[in-house]
């Protein structure tokens, strides 16, 4: 099938804004929108910059907007995006080029939530057991692959880029609901921030985003009842 | 554009009212479901809007329930605005960054908010037309 | 100035689920809102202020025919951003039904406009 790809492209030491390139290419339906931006910059403009590594959905480097949506480009088929393909860099994270945006304001948020396992407690047999329903508790969060997929779809975020996003309280869910942990409190109180949890309005827009397929609404609301009931 | 030249929030956790501020929100939100509901059926419904003249409104606040309707418009008056005005601070807070603009327009938002709270509890309790 | 337009675009743009209109005509709405009942404190407060002047005002404010169009409008921003918020506060204390969103945004615009349309019949008539 022959599908026109519009591509976002931006070069820093040429363009002054953004602009829209047009490309023709010819897909299997079963191919992804990677497939395409990889004709496109390797028979047509090598030009073009886009950050991707695994190809398969796991790395989480290939986020960006697909037809006016969030997704991974190596995730989406072609035959589900229709005659036109609309693919844009992820919005509210500084733009470097094409589809390549500044990924360090989204970290930044990540580790600001201390996304590591906290406990100095020796354990009693050389490791930490854990029951699987108390590892069942935070399952969906342990998915996670840091792709800023859901921040960057957040109107909060988009409206003020402090707002900590849908993917660090994410992280920060995974170790508060995990039973081996002892920073909990200390998590929530991160959270509690002007820009932390309440400036999540239950939009939705992350749920939809996410490429693991993350209840990543429910998660916040969890830990906006945790901070209701430990602070 | 290029690299990043803005700075980006590292450190999280001052604390604030937000909490609080949603919670209000919420529990405000759910008493005027009732009340609002109530006013909205009553006085556009029933009443109608074009019957609403001024002697309707004496008839009410002087009647036998003129406790309760003084009351009911009390609690529509305090829930309302508060909860209204803070959702307006919400959006500012969201939208306007610059500290400055930031600072006047919710300076702006309390001080036109005390004004008509004040108004408002004024025309409830001090009776019509006793404020000439 | 020039984020705010950036973020409005975005906004506009953004091909988002049921959650995400509902959020922007929640905010919408609620601004609106925010807006009528300051207007209508006023005109509460010139019940001291005697029969003639709130006669006035409740003639020009209420009763007129742009009034009357402007209450329909006011009505169904009422009505939705009550029932929406009833809907934010269900998954906000139960955060599992946030599953079935899309399904409970549905129903609610189905019940707001249930209810609106007779509610806009009786308030216009007499204008149309
Ligand atoms: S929660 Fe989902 S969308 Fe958000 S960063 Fe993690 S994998 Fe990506
Ligand atoms: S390239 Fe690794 S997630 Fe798409």
Redesign the pocket.
Same mark, same amino acid.
Request: proline letters at 10%.
């Given at each position: 099938m022959r599908v026109k790809m519009r591509i976002r492209r931006f070069n820093p030491e040429k363009d002054s804004k953004p602009w829209w390139g047009e490309y023709e290419v010819e897909v299997e339906p079963t191919d992804r929108v990677l497939d395409a931006l990889h004709q496109v910059k390797w028979y047509q403009d090598g030009t073009l910059t886009l950050r991707r590594s695994c190809a398969h959905g796991i790395c989480?480097s290939d /986020?960006m907007v697909i037809n006016g949506r969030n997704a991974l480009a190596c995730k989406v088929l072609m035959r589900d995006v229709g005659k036109v393909c609309v693919v844009e860099p992820l919005r509210g994270l500084p733009l470097i080029k094409d589809l390549v945006v500044d990924m360090e304001p989204f970290f930044a948020k990540y580790r600001a939530v201390m996304p590591w396992l906290v406990n100095d407690e020796i354990p009693d047999h050389g490791e930490r057991l854990q029951s699987p329903e108390a590892r069942e508790r935070y399952d969906d969060t342990t998915? #996670?692959?840091? #792709? /800023?997929?859901?921040?960057t779809s957040c109107p909060s975020f988009w409206a003020n880029e402090h707002y900590i996003g849908? /993917?660090a309280i994410?992280q920060a869910h995974r170790f508060i609901f995990d039973d081996r942990d002892r920073a909990a409190v200390e998590r929530l109180r991160i959270l509690n921030d002007r820009d932390g949890v309440w400036r999540c309005r239950t939009v939705f827009n +992350?749920v939809q /985003? +996410?490429?693991?397929e993350?209840d990543?609404t429910k998660a916040i609301g969890e830990v906006k009842l945790a901070i209701l009931e430990a602070l | 554009m290029g690299i990043s030249t803005f700075r980006w929030k590292t450190k999280y956790g001052q604390p604030n009212w937000e909490r609080i501020s949603w919670l209000y929100m919420r529990l405000s939100g759910l008493v005027m479901f009732l009340i609002v509901t109530f006013h909205l059926l009553y006085m556009h419904m029933v009443v109608r809007v074009e019957n609403l003249t001024f002697q309707n409104i004496v008839d009410r606040w002087n009647g036998p329930y003129g406790l309760a309707w003084k009351t009911l418009d009390t609690a529509l008056l305090i829930f309302g605005l508060t909860h209204g005005y803070n959702g307006v601070r919400w959006s500012i807070d969201d939208y306007v960054h610059h500290r400055g603009w930031n600072l006047v327009l919710k300076m702006l938002l309390y001080i036109v908010g005390s004004i008509l709270m004040i108004a408002g509890a004024l025309a409830i309790f001090v009776g019509p037309g006793s404020l000439v | 100035m020039g984020a705010l337009v950036e973020t409005l675009r975005y906004v506009i743009s953004y091909r988002g689920t049921e959650g995400h209109w509902a959020w922007l005509l929640h905010r919408l709405s609620g601004l609106g809102i925010a807006l009528f009942l300051s207007m209508h404190i006023i005109s509460i407060f010139s019940v001291g202020l005697g029969p003639r002047v709130y006669n006035f005002l409740h003639e020009v404010l209420y009763v007129s025919a742009p009034a009357k169009v402007l209450e329909v409008f006011l009505i169904f921003g009422v009505l939705f951003h009550a029932a929406n918020g009833m809907r934010i506060i269900v998954i906000d204390f139960f955060p599992g039904l946030g599953k079935y969103q899309r399904t409970i945004v549905r129903i609610e615009l189905l019940v707001v406009i249930l209810v609106f349309i007779p509610a806009a019949i009786i308030t216009l008539q007499g204008v149309l």
């Open positions: 989480g /986020a998915k #996670c692959i840091l #792709c /800023a997929a859901c921040t849908p /993917a994410v +992350c /985003a +996410c490429p693991r993350i990543v | - | -």
